[in-house]
Every structure is written in structure tokens, then in C-alpha cells.
């Protein structure tokens, strides 16, 4: 396959001062799901979920992978008869209780449970509470903090993300 470079940072990326000049602090979370909505679902709806870490996302960027679609039932239906499918989904309410993150990577087998519908509506629900996501081919996410750009991009063995076993499509 012929590897296209990525465009670089899109126009319009945010920039902020840099905490300490000339250096950038990134905490990075392994996977995220708040609730299920097939399972238990918290009394407070996943309000109180990140209350014990919250004093730790102080930090210039913020990020984790977003393993769960964030919208309402699509009808999108992704495991059939299996029961060993796991096809994870949180209300669109849930979107702000991630307040405290930057940068979701959805980049992930979970992130289109609920179809390409889904994807865009948890895309449009982060958004909504402040959070940015980055997990599409070719997708790049980037801030600039003072003089240094921070670019993100989101990796997995799926068709519609970059893939990490594609060695000449990454180093583009």
C-alpha cells in the first residue's frame, strides 16, 4: 500500500503557556469505561467516578483511551447471537464527567460499538463537554504549549485507524 503523508496540525489547534517553559507534562490513563449501560450503572450516573485521581490531572495535557462508545442506542447491532461480545455504551450524559481530560484516544475495538452513528455522536458529546478525541486514519491532534507542539495520534489494529503494524503509514 502507498503511505500518504499526514496533512501535520490542523489549523485552529489550541495553544496555551507553557506550565514551566521549554516543558510539557502529559499524564496518560490506560483504558477508560465509565458504565455499561447493559450492566450496573453508578447511583450518581459516573459523576463521582475520577473523584480519586481528579488531584492528579494537573498535568499540561491530559489524555487516555475512550473505550466505550458515549451516546444513546444507535440500534447499531455489533455481536449478534455471541455471547462473548462485548458491544460497550454510556449515556450522552456521561461525556461530562471526562471534564478533567484534554484528549480521548478512541482508537480502540470499543470506540464504534454503536456504528460509525455512534462514533460521531460520542466525537460530538466530548466535544460538547470540552474534551477532544483523536483515533481516525490519519487523524492528528495538537497543542501547542508555549514554543512546543504536542501532536497525538491514535493507534490500533482496526481498517479505520492507523494501524502500528503498518511501518511505512506510521513514519509518515
Known sequence: ARANRIAGCPAG?????????????????????????????????GAGYFEAVQPWFTQDLVTGNLEQAICEDTGYVKCGADPDCLQFRSDPETAQYLAGFDLLSLANNHSSDFGPDGYAKTVANLAAAGVRTVGLRNEI?????????????????????????DLRHTKQ
Open 13 to 45: 489547534s489550541p495553544s496555551q503557556p507553557a506550565s514551566k517553559p521549554g516543558q510539557v507534562s502529559i499524564a496518560s490513563t490506560g483504558d477508560l469505561l465509565i458504565y455499561d449501560v447493559g450492566h450496573d450503572i453508578p447511583e450518581d450516573g
Open 141 to 165: 491532534a495538537c497543542t501547542a504549549f508555549g514554543d512546543i507542539t504536542v501532536a497525538v495520534l491514535g493507534f490500533s489494529p482496526y481498517a479505520h485507524t492507523n494501524r502500528v503494524t
